[in-house]
C-alpha cells in the first residue's frame, strides 16, 4: 500500500486527488495540507510515502518549501503537481530534491502512474521533458537564458515577476533583502538587462507569469 499526502491551496485539487488515488487499490490517501504550516505539522503526525506538493502552495515558495521538507523528512518522496511551466520548474524542482514534476493538466491515469513510479524509487517526468533533456534545443533563447540560472535565481525571478517586492521575496524565500538585492543584480547579468522594466520582460520570456 503506498500512502500519499496532498498539500495544495484549492480544496477541488485535493478532492479530485482524493477521488482519483481511492480507485487504485494500492494507493491510499493518508492526509492533506492546504498551505506550508499545516503540511510540516501534518508530516510531524504521518508519514508518507509520497508527497504531492504543489509549485504555488502558500507562505513558502514550492522550491524552498521543498527544500526544507527534504531536509526535515527525508524518507518522503515529493512529486510536484504543478499548473506551472514544466520547461522552467522541473528542472529547478529536481535538482531541489524532487522525484518527479506532473503537470495538473494530466489525466488521472498518469497521476496514480506518477505516484507508484516515485513510490517505488523512480524519477517520474513526462516523454517531453525527457526529449528535451536529452537533445540540445540551445537555439531557443528562452531556453538557453533559463539553463543559465541556478535554481535560486529562478525562485527569485519568479517572485518578482509575480509582483512581488524585495521585502516579500526575502521573507517568501528566507534571505534578507541585502541578498535579494545582489540576486537581481545576478538576474540583469546574466539575462543581459539593466533595468527591471527589461528583466520582468524577460521572466515573461522564461513564462514566469
Do not use: C, W
Not at 89 to 94: D, E, K, R, W
Not at 121 to 140: C, P, S, V
Request: a positive charge.
Amino acid at each position: 500500500m503506498i500512502n500519499v499526502v496532498i498539500a495544495d491551496s484549492h480544496p477541488i485539487v485535493r478532492l479530485g486527488v482524493k477521488k482519483v488515488l481511492e480507485q487504485h487499490g494500492d494507493l491510499e490517501f493518508l492526509g492533506e495540507a492546504d498551505s506550508t504550516s499545516s503540511l510540516f505539522q501534518l508530516l510531524q503526525q504521518k508519514t508518507p510515502d509520497v508527497l504531492l506538493l504543489e509549485m504555488d502552495i502558500p507562505e513558502i515558495n514550492g522550491i524552498a518549501a521543498l527544500r526544507k521538507m527534504k531536509q526535515d523528512f527525508p524518507s518522503v518522496k515529493v512529486l510536484i503537481y504543478s499548473g506551472q511551466s514544466e520547461d522552467v520548474y522541473a528542472l529547478s524542482t529536481i535538482r531541489a530534491g524532487a522525484s518527479g514534476y506532473l503537470s495538473k493538466t494530466a489525466s488521472a491515469t498518469s497521476l496514480a502512474d506518477a505516484v507508484s513510479k516515485v513510490a517505488q524509487g523512480g524519477m517520474f517526468i513526462t516523454n517531453e521533458l525527457a526529449q528535451r533533456l536529452a537533445f540540445d534545443e540551445g537555439t531557443k533563447k528562452p531556453r538557453r537564458f533559463f539553463r543559465k540560472l541556478s535554481t535560486r535565481e529562478v525562485e527569485v525571478l519568479k517572485m518578482l515577476a509575480n509582483g512581488k517586492r524585495n521585502k516579500e521575496v526575502a521573507e517568501g524565500l528566507n534571505l534578507n533583502e541585502k541578498t535579494v538585492s545582489t540576486y537581481k543584480a545576478r538576474l540583469m547579468k546574466k539575462l543581459n538587462v539593466d533595468n527591471m522594466v527589461d528583466l520582468l520582460q524577460q521572466a515573461k520570456a522564461l513564462e514566469l507569469y
